[in-house]
């Protein structure tokens, strides 16, 4: 067995160790939720020697390095007032969703106008434009963290496989028989899972751009998909009012999760696995545990459609969005509502946490985006300026920068 690298996928959860074996590339993800800015670093690596034995005396120093570095992280205060920087007009007609890569360095934009454009965050320049979509742009994503590929989703039934950093297009993905709405990079960057109208998700081979396995099970459109930590498994949504939870290296369905009474707008695995989170226009929010399919709880409260639903990057705190115009902030240990966001005027369709998990970002039809303290509730900041409805915005890796995109036709960076 030899042991190839070791990654930092997120802040604060965990770290990730990659290894090869049997020629094949592995990975396990080493827990660190309990750890704190008070942990002794030296304690912690000797406990995970202990339990892990991938990791050699000779990793020992490399794994304290990376544990200096998450505890850098939780102990950041966050000052930025995310002042408006500049505003990015390149696109002839409105955006569907905007993505970081791992270093925020570069961000991609999609957008109806049929093409995804590659920009440099620090100066706001057009980097690069991918054309060859015949119709919307809807799903994009880098292939974090190594961020050299981009993948494409288009309502022109394909997905496109591109070159980051020269723009060539390695694969052109076809298959699915109606529009592309969601996808997503297996974390080896190996798999590309596509998510389509068509009812199905399917698995497309990074390397060779062939079709793995088609995920047949959902009787509606799937809108929603998303990898675990490891990337074993996939959860996909659907507008059936169900969750599927499938094996990736069979394509077998593991579970169908059912409670949901109405379409799902969302799913997402925590850090380690074990819990999937799922919002639905039923009004609710619903925590499920992953190994047993079961409904742990149901998260009630708002009074119209729950349109987003996410995890804080360490998987102790849910945030939910609804078109009622509120968010709300849960306990993942208790259950309990801990804060409700209150301020917009029109729905929300788009919330995330910061990396620090002490913030919370919202994307409203109301024109504006709202910084929030994940605490205490309080509206810190609005951002405005756009004209027309945000519908995707998104955090940096380091939490210092956020990039907001709308309806009308552009992209906003904030400091």
């Given amino acids: 067995m030899r042991l190839k690298r070791f990654l930092i996928r997120y802040y604060p959860p965990g770290i990730i160790l990659e290894y090869e074996k049997g020629g094949h590339l592995r990975t396990k993800s080493i827990d660190l939720l309990d750890l704190t800015p008070e942990t002794n670093p030296d304690e912690l690596v000797v406990d995970i020697m202990h339990s892990e034995p991938l990791i050699t005396e000779a990793r020992a120093e490399q794994v304290k390095q990376l544990i200096l570095r998450l505890q850098q992280k939780q102990g950041q205060e966050v000052h930025h007032r995310f002042c408006f920087c500049k505003e990015l007009k390149a696109h002839i007609l409105p955006l569907t969703n905007v993505a970081f890569d791992k270093s925020g360095s570069r ?8 093409t995804c454009r590659i ?21 994009i994503a880098f292939n974090n963290p190594y961020g050299d590929k981009i993948a494409t989703g288009s309502f022109d039934k394909t997905c496109k496989l591109w070159c980051a950093d020269t723009g060539r297009c390695f694969h052109t993905f076809r298959g699915h028989m109606a529009e592309i709405v969601c996808l997503a990079f297996n974390p080896q960057s190996t798999l590309v899972a596509t998510g389509s109208m068509d009812s199905t998700a399917k698995l497309w081979d990074v390397e060779s751009g ?23 498994q996939l959860v996909t949504g659907s507008f059936d009012h169900t969750v599927a939870i499938w094996d990736v290296a069979t394509g077998r369905l593991v579970h169908t999760l059912i409670g949901h009474m109405g379409e799902i707008c969302n799913v997402q695995f925590n ?45 102790q705190l849910i945030a939910t969005a609804s078109a009622d115009g509120t968010a709300k902030v849960f306990s993942v240990a208790t259950h309990q509502c801990l804060v409700t966001l209150v301020g917009h005027d029109g729905e929300i369709s788009k919330i995330c946490f910061s990396p620090q998990g002490t913030r919370v970002l919202t994307a409203s039809s109301d024109k504006t985006a709202r910084l ?16 027309d409805e945000i519908f995707s915005c998104v955090f940096n890796y380091e939490g210092d920068t956020i990039i907001t995109g709308s309806k009308d036709n552009t992209c906003r960076i904030w400091y």
């Fill in 107 to 114: 961000f991609i934009t999609g957008s109806y106008d049929r």
């Fill in 119 to 139: 920009w440099d965050t620090a100066s706001g320049t057009e980097l690069r434009v991918l054309e060859g979509h015949k119709n919307v742009v809807y799903a």
């Fill in 210 to 232: 062939r079709e793995v396995v088609t995920l047949s099970g959902h009787t509606a459109e799937v809108l929603s998909l998303c990898f675990n930590t490891v990337g074993d």
């Fill in 271 to 315: 850090w380690d696995s074990s819990l999937i989170l799922t919002g639905s226009i039923d009004k609710s929010g619903k925590l499920w545990d992953a190994a047993s399919g079961k409904c742990v709880v149901t998260l009630v409260g708002h009074k119209e459609d729950v349109l987003d639903v996410c995890f804080d990057l360490s998987g």
């Fill in 372 to 387: 929030w303290d994940a605490k205490s509730g309080a509206c810190l900041r609005v951002l405005e300026g756009h004209t």
